[in-house]
Antibody
Framework: EVQLLESGGGLVQPGGSLRLSCAAS????????MTWVRQAPGKGLEWVSA????????YYADSVKGRFTISRDNSKNTLYLQMNSLRAEDTAVYYC??????????????WGQGTMVTVSS | SYELTQPPSVSVSPGQTASITCSGD??????ACWYQQKPGQSPVLVIY???KRPSGIPERFSGSNSGNTATLTISGTQAMDEADYYC?????????FGGGTKLTVL
């Protein structure tokens, strides 16, 4: 069964840092580009960042560029999101998502359960 | 930056057809997809590449995309279809989501 399991969320003060992880199973992780999507409480979905299967190409939303870093460890089948200089507006559930085919620009057929990040003093 | 616009809400009676639109500049030149999200749950893909249904998605879900508008159509809407629906496309290697549409079945 194809699964994604996020972890690492929690409460952090403004200006702080947090690293999210997404453990993948049930598919050949290294061949798929992967994406992070977030959803603020009561709001819609927001695309955050994506990374190619090899990790050589990364993409960011303007709202997180320069503060967040996406990476992956294909030997561990794990996707990461390092979040620095966190702001209140980064408060959201963070999902990792897998595309239907091994490219960046495709729909997401598998989503994790999400991990909550709360930025507050 | 590229934007996708959806109506905030759509209402439909059980058994009737619901249509949810998603508008964006030359959206028809891109692939559009649609997600269903129920409260407290992760999104579920219901349409991809404009009009394809993933395995397990009922045939009453269909999609189209032309010009500046993509449309999700739910035929014979059921109470279980009440949810938030989001369209999504890609622009310059970055994902873009619509603001979401709350579908009410009443």
């Amino acid at each position: 069964e194809v699964q994604l399991l996020e972890s690492g969320g929690g409460l952090v003060q403004p200006g702080g840092s947090l690293r999210l992880s997404c453990a993948a199973s049930g598919f050949t992780f290294s061949t798929y580009a992967m994406t992070w999507v977030r959803q603020a409480p009561g709001k819609g979905l927001e695309w955050v960042s994506a990374i190619s299967g090899s990790g050589g190409s990364t993409y960011y939303a303007d709202s997180v560029k320069g503060r967040f870093t996406i990476s992956r460890d294909n030997s561990k089948n794990t996707l990461y999101l390092q979040m620095n200089s966190l702001r209140a507006e980064d408060t959201a559930v963070y999902y990792c998502a897998k595309p239907t085919v091994p490219t960046t620009a495709d729909a997401f057929d598998i989503w994790g359960q999400g991990t909550m990040v709360t930025v507050s003093s | 930056s590229y934007e996708l616009t959806q109506p905030p809400s759509v209402s439909v009676s059980p058994g009737q057809t619901a249509s949810i639109t998603c508008s964006g500049d030359k959206l028809g030149d891109k692939y559009a997809c649609w997600y269903q999200q129920k409260p407290g749950q992760s999104p579920v893909l219901v349409i991809y590449q404009d009009n394809k249904r993933p395995s397990g998605i009922p045939e009453r879900f269909s999609g189209s995309n032309s010009g500046n508008t993509a449309t999700l159509t739910i035929s014979g809407t059921q109470a279980m279809d009440e949810a938030d629906y989001y369209c999504q496309a890609w622009d310059s290697s970055r994902g873009v989501f619509g603001g979401g549409t709350k579908l009410t079945v009443l």
